[in-house]
């Protein structure tokens, strides 16, 4: 089946530092990604939608300058959360949409847990 | 603009017991309608979707109908085991972009 993974699977980083987290699609292309977060007991936020080779799309309320996304390739989308902060942690997922599937089923990463000091 | 609400957990249940998770939505237009599943230490995983009104979704034993009227979609199995405990997501996408709205989602637990 397809398979999406992050890395890392979690993080510790000092306030001001900026971290990068990785989403790849395994075994299929992915033209679209997405980015959520995700607090305690609470639902999955979309940030953004990431397209290959173009901006991302970010949701009302997120801040593009805070949370960079590169889509670099087919199978490789990037989440650098810069300068980050103690309000910044969270847990952050991926998704990918595999448009070679006979329906556009997003197939999502294990999550990365980053916590900010 | 589009909402999904499910029912406060956690639900902890015996094995072989009756389980209803209740899901209701808000949206403009027909949405397709999506259960997920969490696995402790994975990702979110398909369960069973619908894609149009009266349309049963089904799955490992799930089943969940589009009730257009009632706009709800509430997920059943009638006899869940302990491998079932997880965390489940009650979903809508829209039609026109494929976004993802989710509830908040329920813990299940499974006792043997």
């Known amino acids: 089946g397809a398979v999406v993974s992050q890395h890392p699977s979690w993080v510790i980083c000092k306030s001001g530092t900026s971290v990068k987290i990785e989403c790849r699609s395994l075994?299929?292309?992915?033209?679209?990604m997405f980015w959520y977060r995700q607090f305690p007991k609470q639902s999955l936020m979309l940030m953004a939608t990431?397209?290959?080779?173009?901006?991302?799309?970010?949701e009302q309320g997120v801040e593009k300058d805070k949370f960079l996304i590169n889509h670099a390739s087919l199978t490789l989308s990037t989440l650098t959360v810069t300068s980050a902060h103690p309000e910044d942690s969270s847990f952050y997922i991926c998704?990918?949409?595999?448009?070679?599937?006979?329906?556009?089923?997003?197939?999502f990463g294990p999550g990365t847990r980053l916590t900010v000091l | 603009g589009d909402s999904v609400t499910q029912m406060e957990g956690p639900v902890t249940l015996s094995e072989e017991a009756f389980l209803t998770i209740n899901c209701t939505y808000t949206?403009?237009?027909?949405?397709?309608l999506f259960w997920y599943v969490q696995y402790p230490g994975e990702g979110l995983q398909l369960l069973l979707k619908a894609t149009k009104a009266d349309d049963k979704g089904s799955n490992k034993g799930f089943e969940a109908t589009y009730r257009k009227e009632t706009t709800s979609f509430h997920l059943e199995k009638g006899s869940v085991q302990v491998s079932d405990s997880a965390v489940y997501f009650c979903a809508l996408s829209d039609r026109t972009n494929s976004k993802l709205t989710f509830g908040k989602g329920i813990t299940l637990s499974v006792r043997p």
């Open positions: 990431s397209n290959e080779g173009s901006k991302a799309t970010y």
């Open positions: 949206a403009t237009g027909y949405p397709s």
């Open positions: 075994d299929f292309q992915a033209t679209t």
């Open positions: 998704s990918a949409r595999d448009l070679g599937g006979t329906y556009n089923e997003q197939f």
